[in-house]
């Protein structure tokens, strides 16, 4: 674990639930259906592949030029907006099951590495509380940056974005 990522996270003064949640090395998803009650929705705003340029490729440690999925995600429960990520997966990494899962967008990312028994892990990086930053409606965001990784290399980088409204108030 990350010890300034946890300091950071436990100075925040944001809702409990979102606490949790931003705090999880494991699935946002299945959280956030457990402390809303209520199925969560994966909906797909943006999916395509790109090659990645130096950048990409810094935080994936791949090399330039490969092909990666870019996906962008909102997660909604009982019709509440909670959490939009980005995504960025390097396909040649991907069990071919996983890439297909992964390509059919409303698939939760935690369920495709839980349905395949993937042993993975998740690295925090950054954390960070903005004012001004508006999202759902809210102009306070949290947001987050860690990996997913499989087999010693990133599967996936990931940045998650949280509202700090009192919709975590559940």
Known sequence: MNRDFLEALKGFEIPTCLRVCAGTDGSVTFLLEIMARSEVSVVTEDQHLVEADAEMAKLLGEDEGVSVNHRTVTLVAGGTP?????????????????????????????????????????????????????????????????????????????????????????
């Open 82 to 170: 909670y959490v939009h990520a980005l995504s960025l997966s390097p396909l040649d990494r991907m069990p071919e099951k996983v890439k297909q899962d992964l390509m059919r967008a409303d698939i939760p990312i935690g369920k495709i590495l839980r349905n395949y028994g993937m042993e993975t892990r998740r690295d925090f990086e950054t954390i960070q509380l903005e004012d001004g930053q508006e999202l759902f409606g809210c102009d306070k965001v949290l947001s987050r940056t860690y990996r997913i990784v499989y087999q010693n290399a990133t599967l996936m980088w990931i940045k998650e974005s949280f509202p700090v409204d009192s919709r975590w108030n559940l």
